[in-house]
């Protein structure tokens, strides 16, 4: 993976982000399949499935269910499958 920081700039300040994973998953609706997110299992669950389905991963970071995760997503061009790229938040700029 080459291309591992993105930022996100606020009013007040810039999010630096190192992006994880980069994959495709189906057109399902991410925060109900996962069940809204509810408790740690879900987003471990979303992790885990995350980088089993990775193309492309990066295991340097920690993320754990305390972590502030990014995921931009972008349909394919059959509109059956998302193209997700998911980052976590290391710094604040």
Known sequence: MT???TY???KGEVKHYKVFAALTHDD???VSY????KNESDILAFYSDSMSNAVNKNYSYNVNA???ILVLSTCEKDDTERFLLE???VDFI
Do not use: C, E, M, P
């Open 28 to 30: 399902s609706y991410i």
């Open 66 to 68: 305390d972590s502030k």
């Open 87 to 89: 980052a976590v938040l």
């Open 34 to 37: 996962y069940n809204g997110f």
């Open 8 to 10: 996100i700039y606020t």
């Open 3 to 5: 291309h591992i920081r």
